[in-house]
């Protein structure tokens, strides 16, 4: 059996209304079965009806850089290593290089005419379709979460295609709204310069969120991938009053993670300029 253009846009449908904007991870191989057209057909089918697609497009393993000399903020989800480390290259938003975990259909929008990626050397985040321009424009050095927010602002939809909540970047901006720090992290940007920039930290708890996101989402099954859509803005609200309610809300089962100990206990310490 082979997933057709039609059940594609059918499914869309159902979950992401005319126009709107959509934030998007997905795992291609959870189709179980061929999909006529590849991931092309897949972002096909979301930017059908005038809607805009926004994805992750992380950079950190190749413009990402260890914390420069003498910058060791504490409760920050790391350990620093002493010696060389990696130097990273000179992030542009033309398209370059994404992390290879970040999967087959990011590659393929940043690749469209008309993509828009935002201004970030490690967390960066692409667009196509008539909102693309506007999505990706706050985002900074400074601000790793504009273009989240800015489809919150616009009534947008999360959607996860054979994903769970451990892949759901908005519940990092939940955490920061309940009060977190992000980590801190550096990058270097377009003219050489290391600059310090905001990060998640571990996502692998996030599933526990599943009882407050539920009266909000809404499923489709296309092949054997199970499809999840949340409104961006109320599952920004939900997570984040959960988070803030009980910290330990969003702690994965290892006992010994760094990250989650770190962000528990509220994120770094100490003030470092951003970008």
């Known amino acids: 059996m082979t997933i057709t253009s039609r059940q594609l846009v059918e499914a869309v449908d159902a979950l992401v209304p005319v126009g709107g904007p959509v934030l998007v991870h997905a795992s291609l191989r959870s189709f179980g079965e061929p999909v006529e057209g590849g991931a092309d057909a897949v972002l096909d089918a979301l930017l059908s009806r005038g809607r805009t697609v926004l994805v992750p497009s992380f950079s950190h393993s190749h413009c990402g ?3 420069p000399e003498g910058v060791r903020p504490e409760r920050n989800g790391v350990l ?11 992030y542009t938003t033309d398209h370059g290089p994404i992390d290879p975990d970040m999967g087959t259909f990011p590659a393929t929008l940043i690749g469209r005419d008309g993509a ?4 970030h050397p490690t967390g960066s985040f692409a667009a196509v379709g008539p909102l693309a321009a506007e999505l990706v424009a706050p985002q900074s050095p400074a601000d ?3 273009p989240l927010r800015a489809l919150a602002e616009r009534d947008g939809t999360v959607l996860l295609l054979g994903v769970g909540l451990n892949r759901m970047t908005p519940l990092h901006l939940a955490e920061q709204l309940a009060g977190r720090r992000l980590f801190l992290r550096w990058g270097r940007v377009a003219d050489g310069r290391v600059v310090t920039v905001e990060a998640g930290g571990c996502s692998e708890g996030f ?5 407050v996101l539920r009266p909000y989402a809404r499923t489709v099954s296309v092949g054997a991938s199970r499809w999840t859509a949340h409104p961006m803005a109320r599952a920004l609200a939900a997570a984040s009053a959960a ?9 994965c089962a290892d006992p010994d993670c760094r990250r989650c100990r770190d962000a528990v ?5 100490g003030t470092f300029p951003l970008g």
Do not use: C, K, M, N
């Open 265 to 269: 206990a509220g994120g770094p310490l």
């Open 207 to 211: 599933p526990r969120l599943e009882p």
């Open 65 to 67: 850089t260890w914390a």
């Open 80 to 90: 620093y290593a002493d010696g060389p480390g990696p130097v990273g290259v000179p």
């Open 144 to 146: 790793v979460h504009g």
């Open 243 to 251: 988070i803030a309610a009980d910290p330990e809300a969003t702690r």
């Open 116 to 119: 828009h990626r935002g201004d």
